[in-house]
T-cell receptor, first 114, second 114 residues
Framework: DQQVKQNSPSLSVQEGRISILNCDYT??????FLWYKKYPAEGPTFLIS?????DKNEDGRFTVFLNKSAKHLSLHIVPSQPGDSAVYFC?????????????FGTGTRLTIIP | DSGVTQTPKHLITATGQRVTLRCSPR?????VYWYQQSLDQGLQFLIQ???????AKGNILERFSAQQFPDLHSELNLSSLELGDSALYFC?????????????FGPGTRLTVL
């Protein structure tokens, strides 16, 4: 049961344009969401997060939007740069009977075209 | 460099064998998390330790076990290895115990079971 889904395995965007990565979740108890970025041969690195009490969080070129009614999360990167080419994972957190864990999506490979 | 170290970087072994993966968290981080990433799969949470004690458990097989030592480094033991255990194994650390805390990932150990 994949509770966090990234339905687009890959995305190509022209340099300078906006990249939009999407993530859907099924568990309404998730209360914290994160995006991680992963380059080849490296571990994932934290990018940005959002609490379920907010609907938007911005950090420089990166903005995360949360639509709780739709159970949908998106990451906007603007303007996109070649260094943004990487695999992006969304993740969600919930406290369930004290056994809290982070559930990751399968990732979206973003390619920025110069 | 996340500050999280993992050894070895690569491991090739045969079915039925046992291996140990090692992780040293960032200085000051009390939580250690283990993840498995198989081909085309997202990061699957295996287990979390916080300050020496098991904190949360995910989809960890009974053949796998982990521990966190007094110096806070952690080891993941994989036994009776099967071909399907071939994957990237990541360790992450965070300051707090909450799964939603920013986690810093190591570079991973690539395990190949032949």
């Amino acid at each position: 049961d994949q509770q966090v889904k990234q339905n687009s395995p890959s995305l190509s965007v022209q340099e300078g344009r906006i990249s939009i990565l999407n993530c859907d979740y099924t568990n309404s108890m998730f209360d914290y969401f994160l995006w991680y970025k992963k380059y080849p041969a490296e571990g994932p690195t934290f990018l940005i997060s959002i609490s379920s009490i907010k609907d938007k969080n911005e950090d420089g070129r990166f903005t995360v939007f949360l639509n709780k009614s739709a159970k949908h999360l998106s990451l906007h990167i603007v303007p996109s740069q070649p260094g943004d080419s990487a695999v992006y994972f969304c993740a969600a957190s919930v406290i369930s009977f004290g056994n809290e864990k982070l559930t990751f999506g399968t990732g979206t490979r973003l390619t920025i075209i110069p | 460099d996340s500050g999280v170290t993992q050894t070895p970087k690569h491991l090739i072994t045969a079915t039925g064998q046992r291996v140990t993966l090692r992780c040293s968290p960032r200085s000051g981080d009390l939580s250690v998390y283990w993840y498995q990433q198989s081909l085309d799969q997202g990061l699957q949470f295996l287990i979390q330790y916080y300050n020496g004690e098991e904190r949360a458990k995910g989809n960890i097989l009974e053949r796998f076990s982990a521990q966190q030592f007094p110096d806070l480094h952690s080891e993941l033991n994989l036994s009776s290895l099967e071909l399907g255990d071939s994957a990237l194994y990541f360790c992450a650390s965070s300051v707090g115990s909450r799964g939603g805390d920013t986690q810093y990932f190591g570079p991973g150990t690539r395990l190949t079971v032949l």
